[in-house]
């Protein structure tokens, strides 16, 4: 019945359940909170035994897609444990890849590869990971598995469709894939802010294009109210639907210190706020 902090503590709770339908809605559903991922994702895989369920012959896509999650969280890190806490990591990933089969087609299972990638590039002690199975050895047939499905044809045709979507989460699993890919994404963002059916003005700002920033700075000028802006100081803290405008212009300001000289009346609107 709760998303954020509460689920965050009950779900260290349950930390010690021998209940197997707790195991269960652990790994498929109980650490999504509104927060971060992070908070949960070491908990529950530990308390809800994800590599035993993992290493079954064949699983449900709820822990597929579960176990996909979780694996992302813990390479992310953050403020908890992450994926050197977790003893059971290389086996974990490893029969994750299993299980994704010759052609994995979802796009969110393009995501996990790349975060899969990531982990395995980065430089790091790999001597001390060695201690919880990412022997090079392993690594090495990891790497190559994970390139063998990114590199699947039918990847760009999902991408390319989902970037099309106007649905909000859709077109961001697909801006994240895209950049999976190597695809440049940045026409996409600008023509979603163009249409109104978008608020990626973080996005378009990353470029070092001067004239995709010029594109990005009119268009700015034309759409955000810099005269409601420009209001002097105030008491509110600014935060929540009622400044989105605020804060797209913010987005904008904080990419301009690579353009010296660009958009004063941006900068103007931004001091005067």
């Excluded at 529950?44 to 012959?57: M, T």
């Excluded at 909000?168 to 023509?191: P, V």
Aim: charged share 25%.
């Amino acid at each position: 019945h709760v998303d954020g902090w509460g689920r965050i503590h009950i779900v260290e709770r349950l930390a010690k359940t021998n209940n197997a339908t707790i195991k269960a809605w652990m790994l498929r559903e109980g650490y999504k909170n509104s927060v971060m991922y992070e908070y949960l994702a070491h908990t529950c895989a530990s308390s809800g035994g994800l590599r035993g369920e993992l290493e079954k012959e064949s699983i449900d896509p709820a822990l597929l897609a579960g176990a996909g999650d979780i694996i992302q969280a813990l390479i992310m890190g953050g403020p908890a444990e992450n994926m050197d806490d977790y003893a059971d990591g290389a086996v974990v990933v490893e029969r994750y890849l299993y299980h994704l089969g010759a052609k994995p087609k979802e796009i969110e299972q393009l995501i996990a590869l790349s975060s899969i990638q990531r982990f395995l590039d980065h430089s790091s002690d790999w001597n001390a990971r060695e201690t919880h199975g990412w022997t090079p050895t392993l690594r090495a047939a990891l790497r190559a598995r994970v390139l063998e499905m990114k590199g699947l044809p039918h990847w760009k045709d999902t991408v390319t469709a989902g970037l099309a979507s106007k649905d909000t989460s859709t077109f961001g699993k697909a801006d994240e894939a895209a950049r999976a890919l190597g695809i440049d994404t940045w026409d996409h963002h600008f023509a979603h802010l163009e249409s109104g059916d978008g608020n990626g003005w973080y996005f378009v700002m990353q470029t070092n294009d001067p004239l995709r920033i010029d594109r990005v700075v009119a268009l700015a000028e034309k759409v955000i109210p810099l005269d409601k802006i420009a209001a002097g100081p105030a008491e509110e803290m600014g935060i929540g639907p009622a400044w989105a405008n605020h804060r797209n212009l913010d987005f904008v300001l904080q990419g301009l210190r690579q353009f010296p000289g660009k958009a004063w009346p941006l900068i103007r609107a931004g001091i005067r706020s």
